[in-house]
C-alpha cells in the first residue's frame, strides 16, 4: 500500500502547462523522488517516457504523500509522443556541445516557460540518471538549462534537478501573482511589525526604560560608573536597538535584571533609586561618550 497524497495547493493554468518529463528512468525510486520535488513546488503534470520500472511500490514509497501526482503521470514510449503537442521545449545539459546551442540559466528558464506557458504546454525534460539526454534528444530542445553546479562535482540526482528547476519556476510563477496574493510566500518576516510577528514592537518609552534599568543594574554589581561611564552604555545601546526588541522580549529583560537586583540585594525599596528614562538619556549626552 502506498501512502495516500495530501492535498494539493491549487490547480492554475500555468502549472498545468508545465511538463515535467523524464527520459527513460532507470530507477523507480527517483520518479518517486522527482513526484515529491514537484508536488512540492505546486506542479503535478508528469511524463514518463519508457521508465524502467512504473509503476510500483517503490516509486511510491519516496513520493511521500505526492502518490496523486503518480497517478497522474502520463507513460509513453517515445520522447516524440511527450512533446507532440508543446509550443516549447526545454533540456537540461551539463555538457558542452561541439555544436553551440542555446543555453539558459534556471531564473531565465523559468522566466521563458512562463511567457511560452500562455500560448501552450511547456516541457521541461529530464535525462537518464546515468548519462542524461542523448545529443539527437537535446536537438529537439529549443534550450538547453544548465545547473551552475561545482565543476569539480557536477553531477545531480534526478530528482535535485527536478527540484531546482521547479524552485526558479515556483519563484517566478508567485512573483507574477497580485501582491496580496503573494505576500505570504514572498513577504519576510524578520523583526517585530512584520506580518505575523506574535508580539508588538516595542515602544520607545519601554525600550528607554529598559535602559535605564539595565544601567541601574551594572552599576548595582559595580560593573559601570556613571562618573567614568566610556563607552559601556553606548555600546550596550546599539547591541540592544539592533535586536529591535518586541514588548514581550523587554518584559522578559526587565524581569532578568529585577531578579538580579533581588540576588544582590539593590531592589528599590531598598535604598536604591532607579534612574529614569530621562536620566538616562541625559547620561547619553555625556562628554566621554561617542
Not at 284 to 289: A, E, F, L, R
Request: net charge negative; glycine share 8%; proline share 6%.
Amino acid at each position: 500500500m502506498h501512502k495516500p497524497a495530501l492535498p494539493m495547493e491549487g490547480t492554475d493554468t500555468f502549472n498545468d502547462q508545465i511538463r515535467i518529463v523524464l527520459v527513460e528512468t532507470s530507477h523507480s525510486g527517483n520518479i518517486g523522488a522527482v513526484a515529491r520535488a514537484m508536488k512540492n513546488m505546486g506542479l503535478g503534470n508528469l511524463w514518463l517516457v519508457n521508465p524502467s520500472s512504473f509503476p510500483d511500490e517503490t516509486s511510491y514509497a519516496r513520493a511521500a504523500g505526492a502518490s496523486d501526482v503518480l497517478d497522474r503521470a502520463q507513460v509513453v514510449d517515445s520522447l516524440d509522443e511527450a512533446l507532440a503537442d508543446c509550443v516549447l521545449v526545454m533540456g537540461t545539459s551539463a555538457r558542452g556541445r561541439k555544436v553551440p546551442w542555446p543555453v539558459i540559466a534556471p531564473p531565465q528558464a523559468a522566466v521563458t516557460a512562463y511567457e511560452a506557458g500562455q500560448q501552450g504546454p511547456v516541457a521541461m525534460v529530464f535525462g537518464r540518471e546515468n548519462h542524461g539526454l542523448s545529443n539527437e534528444e537535446l536537438q529537439r530542445c529549443h534550450y538547453h538549462i544548465h545547473i551552475p553546479s561545482n565543476p569539480d562535482y557536477s553531477s545531480l540526482n534526478l530528482s535535485m534537478a527536478v527540484q531546482v528547476i521547479c524552485y526558479e519556476l515556483r519563484m517566478h510563477y508567485l512573483r507574477s501573482l497580485d501582491e496580496g496574493e503573494s505576500s505570504p510566500y514572498l513577504e519576510s518576516m524578520v523583526a517585530p511589525g512584520d506580518r505575523g510577528w506574535d508580539v508588538p514592537p516595542a515602544a520607545v518609552h519601554d525600550v528607554e526604560g529598559f535602559f535605564g534599568h539595565l544601567e541601574q543594574v551594572l552599576v548595582d554589581v559595580d560593573f559601570h560608573r556613571r562618573n567614568n561611564p566610556r563607552q559601556l552604555m553606548t555600546r550596550m545601546r546599539r547591541l540592544f536597538q539592533r535586536a529591535r526588541l518586541d514588548q514581550m522580549e523587554i518584559n522578559i529583560l526587565r524581569g532578568i535584571l529585577t531578579s538580579v537586583q533581588k540576588a544582590a540585594g539593590t531592589l528599590p525599596g531598598n535604598g536604591q533609586q532607579q534612574p529614569t528614562a530621562a536620566d538616562v538619556a541625559n547620561a547619553g549626552q555625556d562628554k566621554d561618550h561617542v
